[in-house]
Each structure stands twice: as structure tokens, then as C-alpha cells.
């Protein structure tokens, strides 16, 4: 994408640092699934989404071979399918010969999507003379992918046999004109963040505005307003600063109600909720009616309808200071919750009974939301999304709450001057506390340096003897930490020390992209179920947690420094293998097979399934692979090459083979066999 370095168009990445252990386990319990509604029969149609896709081939199973044909050398291929249908120019992995379980294990970068709706599927059979076969096609639906996990779907393929796959979507869709289901899939939450915010504001300062909903607001503030949504819905200010005029606020909702590409009624509803404002039957039996018509819509919507008619009949409920009475409401939002996309004439002419409904709904709200299920308040609260904690930087304790911090801040909250609160904050997070020993000159004076303020040589001495908060406090109020030269000459200072210490060395930084990765949903730290998968992927297995619980000092979390402090010995013997892209290549995915075949993550195959690793070995060109499986084993563990030395407990350890591949030259391969079609 734009501003995040990517390259457009179609690319091919290796089966490098982004594909974890679990990318391979597709079958493994612990990992996430789509559903079976994921794959499409028909190219889906409508509005598509954009954004940048991540995507690992694995393989295929149970294919056929069609009648006529003695064999098949199977090969897949991808398109991406848009809104109105159109595929793209594909994507082709590489020939498996002679199998009808074909591995591919072929990773794909698809950057910067536009209006995509699905991903279609077909395996073919590869041949020189005749038109290539195909056995077996089907599509999956990006629209289930928007919640920005991983997903490991196994699509059954028309008419027969199954494709495995890891998908990664990173959606870039704007919010407005996005549907309902994939913004609250998007954002992991019952009601859309917009709704929510747009309804909190007009509640805490609109309630008794006269007019509220029926006033326009000023198009200038909305389309700022509109805007900063789409920049970012959880930094987005809607406040009175921004919007001083809360109809402004009920615009920009109602607008993004109006812009649904299916309205919150829905289409396929539309007419049975109309039907009912021509009914001549009791209040009791339209209620019933209502009721069960709205149980049918999706569970987004109907949370989303109850959110709003929640806030709907408060606002009715101020009506003789608002003056908006149901049926004032009903005319002003009803088009935007009912009438669909791209109305037809007669639709359009449905206006009256559209708002018919919405002003019978919000006078017997009470007792319509009795057989309906209200959204889950903890996925509707407004609170903004946790932003990553910053990294600590070096001689600095790390930036946790303990609680002799929380004493301090405590301490630090009757000081009347700003100046003097930041200076107890600033020391107290260096380390410096009132009862604490005067601290020397040299270093007193690099902490004023530290927060660009200057000092004088003759004055640190003498001041060294003084409390180190009153001494800095007397600095701050004779220095400004504003626009000065001395703040700029540190920042630069920072900036060319943080330069340095970058990691240069090829597996300290596949380590720390990998780690990263690992740590997203940690704030930059990761916890030892991901810190042993972390460390599998690189190549090492550990046993238990004594590496973990060294490194974290016995604390639930590792960071990144931390890490890369061990790694860079622990390592060390993967360096060469790590510093070539061929070796690099060949390593990754020879960790990939035996990872695939560790089905409960052990770190050791059996016998059998050293079998069929060793198969993969020697498919795949490795180099010095003795050929038969038994004598590799032997020279991989160092057992005696005589009957009896492997039986049933016999197994193959991880870091056994690791070292393996490296002392006998297997990553030395330099084909071409793994090439894109």
C-alpha cells in the first residue's frame, strides 16, 4: 500500500520469515477455520473491498485421475474475482509430477487490491501436448477473511478432492459504503464504532437540542468530519471542538446509514416490512409480526437496529425540549434505515410506509425488544482501541505499571506547577526520588542533557549537592523545552544512536521481523506458547521454559530486546545458513516439512513419519541425502548402523536434524525446479 512501502502488483514471496509452524497445520485443532459459508458457489457480487492479501499454497488432497489419463502432474492456480465479476490475470505454482496428493507450499503477496470480493481456485493437470485438465475448482470469499486473523481453510474442491490453504487479508476498505457485517467483522465488535461514537456525543450534549435529526448540519464541518473517520474511526475528535453544532454529528450518521450498500433493514426484508404497514390487524399481532421479521435479519443488523432504536426512543423521550416526536423522527432517518441501494421508482414511492413502520417501531419499542436479543455491551463500548506500548529505551526501566510506580505518580498529583510535575515525572521514571542519595554531578548532568536543559559547569557541581527534584525543578523554570536547539541537537543525537543500533546481521533481522509479528497482539512482547513457536520457526526447539522464564526475569512476557540479546548467541550457528537467499530459502522450508509432519508440535517425528520427511527431502533436490530413510536416521541421531539399533521409540528430534542439514551441505541445492510457471 501507498506510505507503507509495498510494491503494487503481484509478487512472490518466499516461504520465508511471515509463515509460521502455523502455517503449515492446517489441520491442527488449535488453529482457527473458516466456515463452510466461506466458499462461494457464484462469484460474489457488489461493492468489493481493498487492501493486501497474504496467502500460502499448501497443497492439495484426494485429487483423481480423470478417465482416459494414466496419470496427472497437478498444478493450482488463482484469480481474483471483483465486484462485477471480472477476473484478474492469475497466479500458477510449480508442477508436482506424478502425485494426486500434490505439496506446493508456494506463498503469495497480493498488494494493493482493489474492489476484490473473491478468490477463485482451480487444479489443473499439467501436460505438453493436449489442453490442461482441470480436476478440480472452487472460490472463497473474501469477505470472511476482514477480520484480519489468519485463516486456515481447507475448500473443497468441484468435483472433487481438497486445497489447503493460510489467508491473510489486510483490509484498507473506506467505512463508509462498506457493508455492515464486514465493518463489524473488521472491528470485532456487535455495532459499528461510527454508531456508537456518533450516538454517545449527540447523547451527552444533543438530547435537548430542538430540531435534533431534522436540522441539516453544515456540510463543510461533515465532510471533515467524514474524512477524519476514514483516516482513523478511533482517533477521529467529534467532539464540540470539531463539531460545535451537534446536527452536524446526526448528519455524518445518518449519512453513513444512507451510504450502506444494503440498508439496515436489508433488501431481501424490504418488502415483508412494507407488507406489514398495509395489514389491518391489532397492534398486538403487527408487534408479533415485527418481531419475528427482525429476528430474521443478520445478527449485525439486528444489533445494530436495537442500538439504535435504544437511542432512538430517548431522544423521543426529550420531545418537549427537542420537539421530535416519533413521528418527526421516523420521517427524518427512515429513508436512510429502509429504503435499499439503487431504489426503484415504486420503492421510492414507499416513503410513507417506510416511515410508518420505523414510528410504529419507536412507539412500541419496550415491548418489541422483549423477544429480541440486545448486542453485547462489552463489544459496543466506545473506549478507543489500545495503542502499541513504546520500547524502552536503553538505561531506562521499562514503561509498567508496578506498584511503587503508581506510588509515585499518586505522590507526584498535589504538585500545583506543571513545570514541577514534569520534573518529578521525568526523574522519577530516571530513577531519582527525594529520599534517594544525591546523585553525582557527571550524571546529574547528563540527565539535564537527556531532557535539553543546560547547565553550567561550575553550577552542576554545587547543585549536585541539592534534592535532585529541586534541582531540576529550578533548571525547568530557567530553561524553555520548547523549539530549542539544545532539544533538536538530543533528538539528533537519539535519532543517530537509534541508526546504530539497528540490527544489520541477516538472522538478527529475520528474528526481529518474525518476533514482531509474534508480538502484535502483545504490545511488542510475546508470551512463551509464542515465544516456543517463535524460536521453532527460526530453528531451535525447547524443551521447557527455562530459556522463557531467564529471559522474561518470571514474568508472563519476553520483549524484543531481550530476545534478540539471546538470540544473537543462541543463534549463532544459523548464521551462514540465514545469510544466503538460496540456503535461506531451502533451510525455511525444510523447517516447514518437518513442522508439517510434527502434527502435535513435539519437536520429534516417529519412524513412519521421518519417512515421509525424508521423502520430501530428496522430492526437493537436497543435497547428500543418503536414500535410504533408515541410514539418514542413523547418521542424523548418531545411532550404529546395524539391525536393531531403531525400533518403536526411535525418533528424530528437531534440533538434531537442524544440525544435520548443516554439517552435511544438504541446503547446497541451486535448481530451478521451485520456479513460477
Partial sequence: MDGKGRKPGWTQRLLGSRASSDDLLSSSPMSPSLSSSSVMNQSTQGAGLNGCLDIVILSADQLQVPSGMAQIDPYCSMKTVDGTGKKSKGYRTVVRKKTTNP??????????????????FSVRSWSRITKHKVLGFCELDLHKLIDGKKHYPTLNLDPVGKLNLVVEFTDDSDLFGL??????????????????????DIESRGLDVVGLYRVAGNARIVSELRNACEEDIYLADIGPDTAPNISSVAALLKAYLRELPDPLFTSNFYSAFVALADEQTS??????????????????????????????????????NNKMSAMSLATCVGPSLMTPAGATGI?????????????????????????????????????????????????????????SRRESIQESLPLASSKDFRAFSMATFRGLKKDADPKSAAEFRDFCAVMGVSVDEDASASQAEADPIERFSHLLEQSTLKDTEDIALARQRSRRSS?????????????????????????????????????????????????????????????????????????????????GMQTKRLFIQAIAFFQAHDTKGRGELDVPRFHQLHSDLLEFGYQNIPQ????????????????????????????????WLISIDALSYEGSDDTAI
Fill in 103 to 120: 505439496h506446493w507450499r508456494e506463498k503469495i503477496a497480493l498488494d494493493d487490491l482493489t474492489s476484490i470480493n473473491a478468490l477463485e
Fill in 179 to 200: 457493508p455492515l457485517e464486514d465493518t463489524c467483522r473488521r472491528e470485532h465488535r456487535s455495532v459499528p464504532f461510527i454508531i456508537t461514537k456518533c450516538v454517545e
Fill in 283 to 320: 397492534c398486538r399481532q403487527r408487534i408479533r409480526s415485527l418481531q419475528g421479521t427482525l429476528n430474521m435479519l443478520p445478527k449485525p443488523n439486528q444489533n445494530t437496529i436495537y442500538y439504535l432504536f435504544e437511542h432512538f426512543a430517548r431522544v423521543v423521550r426529550h420531545e418537549p
Fill in 347 to 403: 420503492q421510492k414511492m414507499n416513503v410513507q410506509k417506510q416511515n410508518a413502520i420505523i414510528q410504529f417501531l419507536m412507539e412500541n419499542w419496550t415491548e418489541v425488544k422483549a423477544q429480541l436479543e440486545p448486542p453485547s455491551p462489552e463489544r459496543t463500548a466506545s473506549a478507543p482501541r489500545r495503542l502499541p506500548r513504546p520500547p524502552s529505551m536503553p538505561g531506562m526501566p521499562p514503561p509498567v505499571s508496578s506498584p
Fill in 499 to 579: 541508526h546504530r543500533m539497528t540490527t544489520t546481521k541477516p538472522y538478527l533481522k529475520l528474528a526481529k521481523s518474525m518476533f514482531q509479528e509474534y508480538a502484535s497482539t502483545h504490545d511488542g512482547q510475546v508470551t512463551w506458547p509464542e515465544f516456543r513457536r517463535l524460536v521453532y520457526d527460526l530453528g531451535i526447539y525447547l524443551e521447557d521454559e527455562t530459556v522463557f522464564t531467564k529471559l522474561s526475569h518470571g514474568g508472563p512476557v519476553v520483549a524484543l530486546s531481550s530476545f534478540l540479546l539471546w538470540w544473537g548467541s543462541a543463534g549463532l550457528h544459523l548464521a551462514e545458513v540465514y545469510s
Fill in 628 to 659: 535410504h530413510p533408515l541410514k539418514a536416521l542413523c547418521n542424523l541421531e548418531h545411532l550404529p548402523e546395524r539391525p536393531g539399533s531403531i525400533n518403536a521409540s526411535t525418533a528424530c528430534h528437531f534440533n538434531n536434524f537442524v544440525k
